[in-house]
């Protein structure tokens, strides 16, 4: 199939996007990588009258590690590929490196952005969930101005976001890891580059006795959107053994009730949630020892 007409703005900075926006609203799309639009368009579940390209704005590219807040900001436009092979990734936001391996294919992660992954809120996607799991905000701009928002505040459901027709996400913050601090993201998926089943993401810090005193663990694929678990955070608190990781990955049996769909039964769902967080768990907690005592 072939998309409906549209008219076409290649915009040449950001503030043409925003007054477009505001000039449009809900009739416009923004264009950035195109994986998840194009095929929307080409299908007609999405027709709209105006189509904003922003690609090529320098504002929305590049990264910027500041060491007075220890904060790695990321442009929106950053490809995924580049979050495989950028250094301040590889420094600071290792996670976000490891989620792009799984995610497509070469195609898909030389076009895909890390805004535009956030901004369609696939519940299965790897970015937002580990953005979740790091403590991500997102910059936000408008006309208006601009405003941050911690990244597990900004979904509402399947595919469906708090972003307003007229705003446009433009930054990621990722606060650096702490010292003594571990991450991994683990999933199932039928075959490589397919969508997760089920998907789990964690990053614990430990202090010098190789005990748990802090996580942030998030899991996905398994509800309308990417979901912290601060039960399995709190639950975590002095964990040290894989028993103890797989008595706090069960917290999530309460927390979630996946569907069933033509893929899975959602009790197949829960059980992956569940052993996917504990393998997740296992594996951060490994690298934040390995860290601590690399470090004595």
Not at 66 to 95: F, N
Not at 118 to 130: F, G, R, S, Y
């Amino acid at each position: 199939m072939k998309p409906a007409p549209f008219n076409y703005l290649r915009a040449a900075t950001v503030d043409e996007v925003l007054q477009k926006l505001q000039e449009w609203g809900e009739e416009a799309k923004v264009l950035a990588g195109g994986q998840s639009l194009m095929p929307l368009l080409n299908m007609r579940l999405a027709q709209p009258r105006y189509i904003i390209d922003v690609n090529g704005l320098a504002e929305m590219t590049g990264m910027n590690w500041c060491p007075e807040t220890q904060t790695l900001t990321v442009g929106a436009l950053t490809r995924h590929r580049e979050l495989l092979q950028h250094p301040l990734i590889e420094t600071h936001a290792p996670l976000l490196r490891e989620a792009a391996h799984f995610i497509g294919h070469l195609a898909i992660r030389s076009r895909g952005t890390l805004g535009g992954s956030i901004a369609h809120a696939d519940p299965a996607a790897e970015l937002p969930l580990v953005v979740i799991a790091l403590g991500g905000t997102l910059v936000i701009q408008s006309l208006t101005g601009e405003h941050s928002i911690p990244i597990e505040e900004f979904f509402l459901g399947y595919y469906m976001t708090i972003l307003k027709p007229d705003e446009l996400i433009t930054a990621v913050k990722i606060p650096g890891l702490a010292n003594n601090t571990g991450y991994a993201i683990t999933e199932f998926a039928r075959r490589h580059g397919d969508f997760a089943l089920a998907s789990a993401a964690a990053v614990v810090t430990v202090d010098e006795r190789g005990t748990i005193i802090k996580a942030r663990c998030a899991v996905g694929g398994v509800a309308p959107q990417a979901i912290r678990c601060p039960a399995v955070d709190v639950s975590l608190s002095g964990a040290r053994s894989p028993g103890d990781f797989a008595q706090a990955a069960r917290q999530l049996e309460n927390m979630i009730e996946p569907p069933d769909d033509v893929q899975a039964s959602g009790e197949y769902r829960r059980y992956l949630a569940v052993e996917l967080m504990s393998q997740a768990i296992g594996v951060a907690y490994a690298r934040a020892v390995a860290t601590k005592e690399a470090r004595a």
